[in-house]
């Protein structure tokens, strides 16, 4: 296997099949309805609503990137762009979140899996890292708030009796 194909099944599991070791962001986020992924059952932490706007703003980044445009990462914690305000909470504007994440990360697997092997050592337009180290990245973004989500739905769950 090259490390394209790697790369692609790595992205392609992180997300869609569910592994012992971690939880892919489909398992996390089924059964989660409007309301559970609008609650903060955590203080201070983002609702899952607003981790799947952030993951999807990342993996439409990842993309920009890969296309050799240079972002603006500088952190903010009010950024807007990174983690947008949630407007609407009905099931419809859920739905749409949740489908704006699928098709954003359908895209990211399509570039990964038409990338030629030598873009892997590519530094990125002003970035100190290459588009293999990108890639890596986005795995483990995906990971991390895939784990996050994954908790909140059962902090959010109603106590078993």
């Not at 009010?78 to 949630?86: E, T, V």
């Not at 909470?89 to 489908?99: G, L, Y």
């Amino acid at each position: 296997m090259t490390e394209v194909e790697h790369i692609y099944r790595q992205l392609e599991r992180t997300f869609c099949s569910d592994r012992w070791l971690f939880p892919a962001v489909r398992d996390s986020l089924a059964g989660v309805s409007a309301a559970a992924a609008a609650v903060r059952p955590v203080a201070r932490a983002h609702t899952i609503w607003e981790i799947v706007a952030h993951m999807t703003r990342w993996e439409r980044a990842v993309l920009r990137m890969l296309k050799g445009e240079s972002l603006d990462r500088t952190y903010d914690p009010g950024n807007a762009w990174d983690w947008p305000p949630i407007t609407q909470t009905t099931n419809d504007a859920w739905s749409e979140t949740v489908q704006e994440l699928e098709e954003a990360h359908k895209e990211l697997l399509a570039a990964a899996e038409g990338l030629d092997k030598s873009r892997l050592e590519d530094r990125l337009s002003g970035e100190n890292f290459t588009v293999g180290e990108l890639l890596h990245a986005a795995i483990e973004h995906d990971h991390y708030h895939s784990g996050q989500i994954a908790l909140l739905k059962k902090a959010a769950a109603p106590p078993r009796a």
